[in-house]
């Protein structure tokens, strides 16, 4: 029986383009270990564009993940926020101690002579700053003249001149001016606040006042939990900060001391700059900057 058999050797042109595969004759890239899909194969069913595709997916599932865990810390650091100004609400209003009412509002009336056109404060004076700072910086109390007047603390008097230039050279404010509450000064990653909310009198609160004033403190630091070091400005911040995290033993206070807490920030200590310690030269700029680019140091 005859049999009938190809030989492509004699082939016509035209029944030799028929004999081309259609994934050929559409696709000449795709031959035996090309990486372009053939034709009349389902794209997806080809190990390079499934890989792709997994590849995709992943990529999309950690870009959902990012978004949801971003909008969780959002919520936390707006509710940080909210508990922050309704702390403040709750300092302004404040008249838990009767000789510090007295004094403030008193110096809110016999005005120094340069301020006497000026409508002081005269309220106790909360914190300020970064709700998600990671530095606080720890005062004394309200000047008379300075924070009772102006309604910020350290801003208005020349402990604040020192402190916001040395915060302003460290990167963490944009202005090295603070001299009204709506000057524009902004702190960065920085929280300024006081152990005692109101302008004591000779700027010596007792210790009755100032246990007066700890729940602030230890409310107002229980809202920064993002906060890795203090600044402690002078012995009576450092105090405050000790008693508020339990230092035991307590390290003798000094310019430039450290403190590490096994469960707490890392407290740093620095004389304050007030007029006492600036005038005398007892603290200079390059000292309260040396403590700043410490603090950066301990960040980084």
Known sequence: ????????????????????????????????????????????????????????????????????????????????????????AEVIECRACPRLVEWRERVALDKRASYRDEIYWGRPIPGFGDPNARIVVLGLAPAAHGANRTGRVFTGDRSGDWLFRAMYRAGLANQPESVSIDDGLRLTDAWVTAAV?????????????????????????????????????????YDAACRHFGVRPRPKFGHGVVVELDDGPVLVCSFHPSQQNTFTGRLTEPMLDAVFAEVNALLS
């Open 1 to 88: 029986m005859a049999s009938t058999r190809f030989n492509s050797a004699i082939r016509s042109p035209a029944r030799s383009a028929w004999w081309t595969p259609c994934s050929a004759r559409c696709n000449p890239g795709a031959r035996p270990g090309s990486r372009r899909p053939v034709v009349g194969v389902w794209p997806w069913r080809t190990s390079n564009t499934v890989v792709g595709l997994v590849a995709a997916v992943a990529v999309l599932v950690v870009f959902f993940v990012a978004i949801l865990s971003l909008n969780l810390l959002s919520k936390f650091v707006t509710r940080d926020a909210e508990r922050l100004i309704a702390l403040e």
């Open 197 to 237: 909310k109101c302008a004591p009198p000779a700027n010596k609160p007792s210790p009755s006042e100032r246990d007066a004033c700890s729940p602030f403190l230890q409310r107002e630091f229980e809202m920064l939990n993002r906060a890795e070091v203090v600044v402690c400005l002078g012995g009576f911040g």
